[in-house]
């Protein structure tokens, strides 16, 4: 047990008679106490709306919200405030540039490049967004172990390419794609790059000047954080040519009975009551990965994910790992010979581990790794080298009860 472990009530408890492992915190992080002590006071001691009242709670609770919203810039190195636009998660943030940024850019001569290995959230609003344009979806090669390779990428990107959408760090292989390169490949031809980033940025640096990206998403809950908060990064020249999607208080400026006018970024893109304890957890899971340092998660989640991979290679005889053999961030996905993965998870459950089985959001992924599901382990700062080895004594468990698959 890490040092780390302390701060997060629920991993003090038992499951099934067992003390828990969680490995599912690529689906949701554990919160540490901070962060649920933080959203607690704000219920309790500055609840009230913002950038409305003059009161004191209210001011109270503007100067928390937009606090927050500065730990965001820092945490990410973007230029200014004016370029973070809290929202409800990564889909939201997807889903926000695909039809506002698309709807007005595209038409039926350009092409939208993902990767098969992208998230649900980062590919129905794509196609949503070729449906209405008219524009074409490609996707990049993928090498075996689920990396790109930036020559044969090179050759992809054209004139006609307007937008790259591409995950940081695969939910499923953990791959970490080379988002500077692919800019400034995009940007030579005047497109734009997007970035589901909701892998990434709980786990590893994230500078998104440095990057040179347009637009990147990502969600609180796998941070520490809270759910129900996300953050859309946007370059401000970008955004400021974006209309809203969503209409009515908070985001306006102006309004006559015929026409209305916009409020200045981030808060255009915030209509209705924003998400205020949600925004206020974040920032307090923001100060909580400062407090440790994110060089320092970057490092022990590649190290527990290495381990993690090198162990079940060498101890379960039989299993299918899927992804790269090194330099994989925060995960290993595998299956252990025919036993269904839900099986798998089934009976780790029964020894207090969590693991994620199924498709993971990634149906064409499957189709291209040939597999209906497979199983997942994923780690964070909470994790050690003894959660990984209760996994391996939990698989060879689950071989000796499905031991008829591997005869």
């Known amino acids: 047990m890490n040092r780390f472990h302390q701060d997060f009530p629920i991993l003090k408890q038992e499951v099934n008679g067992s003390p828990l492992v969680y490995l599912d915190s690529s689906a949701t992080s554990q919160k ?18 913002v950038h409305r009242g003059v009161h004191t709670l209210g001011t109270m609770a503007t100067d928390a919200y937009e606090g927050a919203r500065e730990k965001v810039r820092a945490l990410i190195h973007a230029r200014t405030t004016k370029e973070i636009i809290f929202n409800r998660g990564t889909t939201t943030g997807i889903n926000l540039v695909a039809r506002s940024y698309a709807a007005a850019k595209l ?8 990767t098969p290995a992208e998230h649900h959230s980062n590919l129905i609003p794509w196609q949503q967004a070729a449906k209405s344009s008219g524009a074409q979806l490609k996707y990049f090669e993928l090498e075996p172990d689920g990396s790109l390779d930036l020559a044969k990428a090179k050759k992809m990107i054209t004139s006609r390419t307007k937008v790259i959408a591409i995950n940081h760090v695969s939910n499923v292989m953990g ?27 709980p786990h590893l640096k994230v ?61 255009k893109f915030e209509g209705g ?10 920032g307090a899971a923001i100060d909580y990965i400062n407090s440790i340092g994110i060089e320092v998660i970057e490092k022990h989640d590649l190290e527990i994910s290495q381990y993690a991979y090198d162990q079940l290679a060498s101890h379960i005889e039989g299993i299918s790992l899927y992804g790269p053999k090194q330099g994989r961030m925060g995960m290993v996905t595998f299956n252990l010979g025919d036993v269904h993965p839900h099986d798998v998870a089934t009976v780790l459950d029964a020894e207090g581990i969590a693991v994620r089985a199924g498709h993971h959001c990634c149906q064409p992924l499957m189709r291209w790794l040939n597999v209906s599901a497979t199983a997942r382990a994923s780690f964070h700062i909470y994790n050690d080298e003894s959660d990984i080895d209760r996994l391996i004594k939990g698989l060879q468990k689950t071989k000796e009860y499905f031991g008829h698959v591997f005869r």
Do not use: C, R
């Open 207 to 267: 500078d998104v000047q440095d990057l040179d990206v347009d637009f990147y998403t990502f969600s609180g809950h796998k941070m520490f954080g809270p759910t129900g908060i996300g953050v859309l990064y946007g370059k401000e020249a970008l955004l400021d040519q974006m209309e809203p999607v969503e209409f009515g208080g908070e985001m306006i400026d102006h309004v006559d009975l015929y026409e209305s006018t916009w409020k200045e970024l981030p808060w």
């Open 175 to 201: 791959t970490i794609h080379p988002l500077k390169e692919l800019a400034k490949l995009v940007h030579a031809h005047g497109g734009v790059i997007a970035v589901d980033g909701a892998q990434s940025v």
């Open 32 to 49: 540490p106490a901070q962060v649920i002590d933080a959203i607690d006071a704000y219920y309790k001691q500055i609840n009230s709306n």
């Open 273 to 282: 009551t924003p998400i205020i304890a949600g925004a206020i957890g974040l």
């Open 107 to 114: 038409t039926a001569d350009d092409e939208i490049l993902l």
